[in-house]
Nanobody, 125 residues
């Protein structure tokens, strides 16, 4: 069974940066796509970015493109989300997710069948 663990969240001031990590275990990930989502209280889960494990192709939500960067470290089985110029409305629980069926829509939560427990990001003003 694939296991995903997010780390790196915390409290940061507006304008600051955070680097989130998603460590994957329990499978071979060469054919997987890994995505980052966030969910704030009272709001739907929002797609942020995704990366294909095999070729490194990246996908970004238009709302955050330019402030975030997704990357991977194959040797560590880890995907990272670098977030810069953080704003108070970036406050949310951040999740990583994985799915080996890369033909499914990249930004849809239903396309992913493995999810981490989430890591909290709080941005103060």
């Amino acid at each position: 069974q694939v296991q995903l663990v997010e780390t790196g969240g915390g409290l940061v001031q507006a304008g600051g940066s955070l680097r989130l990590s998603c460590a994957a275990s329990g499978g071979t990930f060469s054919m997987y796509r890994v995505g980052w989502f966030r969910q704030a209280p009272g709001k739907e889960r929002e797609f942020l970015a995704a990366i294909s494990w095999s070729d490194g192709n990246t996908y970004y939500a238009s709302s955050v493109k330019g402030r975030i960067t997704i990357s991977r470290d194959n040797a560590k089985n880890t995907v990272y989300l670098q977030m810069n110029s953080l704003k108070p409305d970036d406050t949310a629980l951040y999740y990583c997710a994985a799915n080996r069926f890369r033909y499914l829509p990249v930004a849809a939560t239903t396309s992913y069948n493995y999810w981490g427990q989430g890591t909290q990001v709080t941005v103060s003003s």
